[in-house]
């Protein structure tokens, strides 16, 4: 779980972790992609064209640019964040995950619910794989087209094991419909890329699609949570049961200790939500 201490000078930042350009099929030009999300206040974007890295020299503003690639040929997407080379699209997922986590990369399992049958990535994948950072509990994209942009279900179904995997929130940018529906706030000490790589990596991060966290701290075995808009708090254990909640924008839950682990959600303006990064109370399975 996502920790803060307002005391150790950390702040929020703000950003897409998956978007495309016309260097694969996107709508925009990479200068008006960031274009439009300087002008929604983000504070990093993360370029991911279809299995190449897009060159991110000819741009500059106040957005911190972050290269990347979506992996898809070949199997299930994964978003690979803070490569400079496009990899392989091994058949073998397991070896696109090595490769970016080689170079120093984070992999992220990209919309398991999408397509028809709900099912993008089959969760006997997603159990088999190892390595990777997590997965899009939140894919924007997907609202627009055939599944859930939701997946939680799958994270919950993960977590339940033992399993150390984070959530994050994305946009999957693809054209105008797909600005700011969803997004990752990293918790930093310095605004740097280096910084955000290694948030998301440690999961020092939560992700959104409209509720805000100010802060998540755990105080004699309590979870305290304080948010700018919510108006329900859950607290979510093993499986997914929700182990206690409240209608209000702040909550507080004293852990029992056979929870396996907690993570909260909190709900806003149209039926927006964050998710917090699981708080752990047995010792989780490698990833």
């Not at 299995?51 to 997407?77: F, M, P, Q, R, W």
Request: charged share 25%; with cysteine; net charge negative.
């Amino acid at each position: 779980m996502i920790i803060t201490d307002k005391s150790d000078e950390g702040f929020w930042l703000r950003g897409n972790l998956h978007s495309h350009t016309t260097n694969s099929d996107g709508k925009f030009s990479l200068e008006e992609l960031c274009r439009r999300y300087e002008e929604k206040g983000y504070d990093f974007l993360v370029v991911t064209d279809h299995d190449k890295v897009t060159s991110l020299c000819s741009v500059s503003g106040s957005l911190i640019l972050i290269s990347g690639c979506e992996v898809s040929a070949g199997g299930g997407h994964i978003v690979a964040i803070g490569i400079e080379q496009p990899v392989e699209p091994h058949r073998d997922r397991q070896k696109v995950i090595d490769r970016v986590n080689g170079e120093g990369g984070v992999c992220v399992l990209a919309h398991p619910n999408w397509s028809t049958q709900f099912c993008h990535w089959h969760q006997e994948e997603l159990e088999r794989l190892q390595g990777y950072a997590g997965i899009e509990v939140f894919n924007g994209n997907i609202l627009r087209d055939s599944g859930s942009p939701l997946a939680s279900d799958r994270w919950d179904r993960l977590l339940s094991q033992g399993r150390k995997v984070f959530a994050y929130g994305t946009d999957d940018t693809h054209n105008e419909l797909d600005v700011a529906n969803g997004w990752t706030m990293v918790w930093v000490r310095e605004r740097s890329r280096e910084a955000i790589l290694k948030s998301l990596a440690s999961g020092h991060c939560y992700a959104s699609s409209g509720v805000f966290f100010d802060d998540i701290r755990l105080i004699d075995r309590t979870v305290v949570v304080v948010t700018k808009n919510a108006d329900r708090i859950a607290f979510v254990g093993r499986h997914g049961r929700w182990l206690y909640w409240v209608n209000d924008s702040k909550a507080r839950y004293s852990l029992q200790g056979n929870e396996g682990y907690v993570r909260v959600e909190a709900y806003g303006p149209h039926g927006s939500c964050a998710w917090s990064q699981p708080l752990w109370l047995d010792e989780p399975a490698n990833r």
